[in-house]
Structures are given as structure tokens and as C-alpha cells.
């Protein structure tokens, strides 16, 4: 063996014990690293399975008692909001459970409660805090929620802003009966800023894209009236 081959052979055996020793002195390390690990996956599976489920669990039966009273034929929007000795409000949830999904639909619906009660500010701002969700219902919810936040706008005159709104719920849900609505509701705040072209651009989207809508009978009379203007 040449002088060059013995010396990378004790290199590598001397690097080779090197990483024995390492492993020697720092093994129960990686050990306890492991098992850590190990901890860490049983504690976020537990997590969810012992803290996250109960508790979306237990905000549904929350937001359930709030949704009667705001979905009554008499509906009391602010008790259906603050709740009492008989049952939770939709603030209850959101104090309790608001990183929930039933948490999160319930500061929808304070908004919508705040907006019925003429809080326009925390209706605004509780509206903001709702998080779309995935799904063709979801959808749904989310158009409602980017309408409110215009029909908001709208109330506080400021109908620019409403109208980005309305554009936004659109394309939330594209669909034949909530997609023709806002087009309709944008239409009518372009035409209170007195914007009649963009109003009209928007009736005949209506009529181009959702003829079969509710809404199309009343965007062809809305048309008329934007280009007499």
C-alpha cells in the first residue's frame, strides 16, 4: 500500500470514528429529539381530536340557539346578538369559540344583526371579520357577506365603495340568482353617483350573461331608463 493509500485510509477511518463519537456522545440527544417528535404528531393529533372537535362541537350548539331567535317570524336581531339566561348570542360564540367555523359564521351573522339594528360601524366591522370559506355553500355565504358589506357602504353613502363590494360578491358565487342581484344592487349605486354609462354596462351584463334571472326583467326596464338619462 503506497504512503498515499495509507493516509487516506487513516483519513477515513479516523473520520469514520470521529462520526462513531459523535454519535456516541450526542445519541441520547437524537433520541430525546425523536421522541419529541413523536410527542409533538400525538399532541397535535390529540389536539384536534380532544380540544378542536369538542369545541367546534360545543360553538355549534352555541350559534344554534342564536340562529332561532334570528331566524324567527318575529326575529329580535339583538337578543338573537347578545343572548340571555336562556340562550347564547352570536357574541357568546365569538367571545368562546371564534376561531371555529361556527365562530367564524357568527360574526356573519352579528354583522348582519348590528346592520338590522342600524349599528352601521359594528356592522362594518364584523362583517370584515368573517373568513371565507370553501365549497358551493360557502360561496353563497361569501356573496352575502361582500352584498352586506355594499348594502353598508351603501347606507353610509358611499356608493363607490359599494360598489366594489357588489362587483366582489359577484364573482363570489357566479350564479343565476345572486350574481344578477348584485349586478343590479351595483348598477343602482353607480346610478346614485350619477354614473350612468357604468350602470347601464351593468343591466346589460345582466341581460347578456343571466337572461333566465329574476333580475333581467327589471334590468331591461333599468337599461332603458340608465340610457334615456
Known amino acids: 500500500m503506497t504512503k498515499q493509500n495509507v493516509a487516506e485510509t487513516e483519513g477515513l477511518g479516523e473520520a469514520m470514528n470521529r462520526t462513531e463519537l459523535f454519535f456516541e456522545q450526542n445519541g441520547r440527544k437524537f433520541i430525546y429529539i425523536f421522541l419529541g417528535l413523536l410527542v409533538l404528531a400525538a399532541l397535535v393529533y390529540g389536539y384536534r381530536a380532544l380540544i378542536v372537535a369538542p369545541r367546534a362541537e360545543k360553538a355549534a350548539e352555541m350559534i344554534s340557539e342564536a340562529q332561532v331567535r334570528f331566524e324567527a317570524e318575529n326575529p329580535d336581531f339583538k337578543l338573537a346578538l347578545e343572548g ?29 344583526c ?47 365603495k359599494a360598489v366594489e363590494f357588489y ?36 343591466y346589460e351584463q345582466i341581460l347578456n350573461t343571466y337572461p333566465a334571472s329574476v333580475e333581467a326583467r327589471e334590468a331591461e326596464k333599468l337599461l332603458g331608463a340608465a340610457q334615456n338619462k
Open 167 to 202: 362587483k366582489k360578491a359577484v364573482k363570489a358565487a357566479d350564479n343565476n340568482w345572486t350574481a344578477p342581484m348584485y349586478l343590479r344592487k351595483a348598477g343602482l349605486a353607480e346610478q346614485a353617483q350619477g354614473n350612468e354609462a357604468a350602470a347601464a354596462a351593468l
Open 114 to 160: 348590528y346592520l338590522r339594528t342600524g349599528d352601521l360601524a359594528n356592522a362594518a366591522a364584523y362583517l370584515a371579520k368573517y373568513k371565507p370559506v370553501k365549497g358551493i355553500p360557502g360561496a353563497i355565504v361569501n356573496a352575502q357577506n361582500l352584498g352586506l358589506q355594499g348594502d353598508v357602504a351603501v347606507e353610509q353613502q358611499n356608493y363607490a
Open 84 to 112: 340571555d339566561a336562556n340562550g347564547a348570542g352570536f357574541l357568546d360564540v365569538i367571545e368562546q369559540y371564534g376561531s371555529t367555523p361556527s365562530g367564524n359564521l357568527a360574526k356573519h351573522y352579528a354583522g348582519i
